[in-house]
């Protein structure tokens, strides 16, 4: 158990970086409070791997220090850093049985034979493996096999943090809600460190406290899930997040107040802005757009029905797509309509950014 | 799921079958033919039965050769696959060394055999062979064209330097297909170089120390052309293999008969290590 801080860290698998591409980690500065519940959510080869790996000992920073619990440990081991990490895929010892397996780190570690029997029965129970302590680890299903890889970092007591990296890539798709809950489950009963990388927001989302949304090697917000789905600081994470994205749409600001379509849209942050108006946009999520007497003119271009609701594509006279939800009981206007932005959930960007 | 009838497939199928036909069906057939018939000249053949089958198991030649051919096959496959494994683990896997290391490797198996018998037979000459010269300078009493030893000696040197490259290949192809999530995983949960080895990268090595160890014990059990060119089955018949008595018998004496027999007898040997070796190896996957 550890409180786990990443100081200036910056890596690189290039020998002589010279162009900022060259950099897979850009340098930040980062703290994993103790008993966290942690995702680290991007698209692919954003980075998050390399983070996860840095952090297990796997990969040494090319700049930077790690700090577990105040003491350095840069260029300490895998082991001596006392982490576990559950793969991709399930990584298991086949010629062994479960129980071997799942003794095996234990084991590693001259513990003594009574105190792994101990350990191994109580992360068994626990992730419902008892029944096949005796089998081949072999011969049990992904998920069984995905369970015992992560079995081998619980059965240490000590572990400081446990990583995931993608671990329900190869689970079919009515076992990972399971194994989701699982997990949850055990965060909730251990309380220890646990990194959940992905790039299914509804992973992380459903796992984590506290979201790392990364992209091209940066960390581009933190926060709870909540926060990304209202707040979210980059048009980036409101893209990523939500289902349908965020719509983000070019404008005007003048003293304060955004300018699209020719309306005047009320934000939260207008305020704030100081700009000289280049690059700016202003995003709203579908869910917090609604049809309304005066506002944005549009056309109705598509309906999707998504159940509980629907998703309404609409065009401005510009050009522009703008989508929203709407309840399956309200009706939707046939052609012209007019919307309406929340002004409490409409934000100004400036460059992809949210403007403070 | 709608099958379709058409009796003309067969018609593809067909060509495989005239080649397998005339490669091995008929030529087995023939054997199978001789075996059991007592040959004279002018082409005149009679009936004998299994008179050469209790002929050939029960002659001492037969039973040396076949001693002599268990035992060179038992000390090659006890060098060469141990060896070949090691080399494989210590090969670098990336970098610019792995396409030198393999071509180095892949060169002895690039040699046709008889120049291989012909280049280990001048090299062991005892009067101007670098091999032989030398281990007699060194005060090494070497001859292998008269000491039994040194011939098996010599013998045995060839074939390690001829075909371990193979399991070498074998293996590192083998290795090399190993995630590296295994390797982390075994770092994380501390394991020790040894067990590194005996419980990830020789389970995952399985088959392919098998296909291995099978092609290496069917091509040195089938041994004939190195050693020929090398010591002709010499001294005495302290060299000669079931090949060589094979073809001593078929083609130095025309004992057709008895030397059908024989390698009915020698390729029944073949299939049936062959199959119990894969069977005891693979036994456990089925479940």
Known sequence: ?356 | MNKTVNQRAWLFVLPVVILVAFSAIIPLMTVVNYSVQESFGENTFFWSGVQWFEEVLHSDRFHSSLLRQILFTAVILAIEVPLGLAIALAMPRKGPWVSVCLVLMALPLLIPWNVVGAMWNILALPDIGLLGRGLNAMGVEYNYTRQPFAAWFTIVLMDVWHWTSLVVLLSYAGLVSIPEAYYQAAKIDGARPWAVFRYIQLPKLKYVLTIAILLRFMDSFMVYTEVVVLTGGGPGNSTTFLSIDLVKTALGQFDLGPAAAMSLIYFLIVLLFSWLFYTLMMRNESR
């Open chain 1, 1 to 356: 158990m550890a409180k786990i801080i990443l100081r200036d860290l910056r890596h690189t698998y290039v020998a002589s970086p010279r162009i900022d591409a060259d950099w897979a980690l850009k340098k930040f500065t980062l703290e994993w409070a103790d008993g966290g519940a942690y995702a680290l959510l991007g698209p692919s080869g954003c980075g998050k791997t390399t983070l996860l790996n840095l952090i297990s000992g796997l990969l040494t920073p090319t700049e930077g220090r790690i700090l577990f619990d105040g003491r350095d440990v840069t260029g300490a081991s895998p082991e001596e850093r006392n982490i576990a990490q559950v793969f991709q895929f399930p990584v298991i010892y086949d010629t062994m049985t479960v129980y071997d397996n799942l003794a095996f780190p234990l084991r590693n570690r001259r513990v003594s034979a009574r105190e792994v029997d101990d350990r191994v029965r109580e992360v068994a129970t626990m992730l419902e493996l008892d029944s096949m302590l005796k089998h081949r680890a072999a011969g049990l299903t992904a998920d069984g096999k995905q369970k015992i890889s992560l079995g081998r970092g619980l059965v240490r007591s000590d572990v400081n943090v446990i990583m995931f990296d993608e671990p329900l890539t190869v689970i079919d798709p009515h076992l990972k809600w399971v194994l989701r809950s699982k997990l949850k489950e055990l965060h909730q009963r251990i309380r220890r460190t646990m990194i959940y990388v992905t790039h299914d927001q509804t992973e992380a989302l459903t796992f984590a406290d506290q979201v790392v949304v990364m992209k091209d090697g940066e960390i581009v917000q933190i926060g709870t899930p909540v926060e990304l789905f209202e707040r979210p600081s980059h048009t980036f994470v409101g893209h990523f997040i939500g289902s349908p994205g965020m719509n983000v749409l070019p404008c005007e600001v003048r003293g304060g107040r955004a300018m699209f379509a020719g309306e005047t849209i009320e934000t939260a942050n207008g305020v704030s802005y100081r700009g000289e108006g280049k690059g700016v946009e202003i995003g709203v999520r579908p869910e917090f757009i609604t049809f309304a007497a005066e506002g944005v003119p549009v056309d109705v271009t598509k309906v999707l029905d998504a159940g509980r609701y629907r998703i309404v594509e609409t065009m401005t006279q510009a050009g522009h797509t703008i989508k929203l939800l709407v309840p399956e009981d309200e009706r939707i206007p046939e052609g012209g309509a007019r919307l309406r932005f929340a002004p409490e959930r409409t934000q100004i960007y400036e460059n992809g950014w949210m403007v403070t």
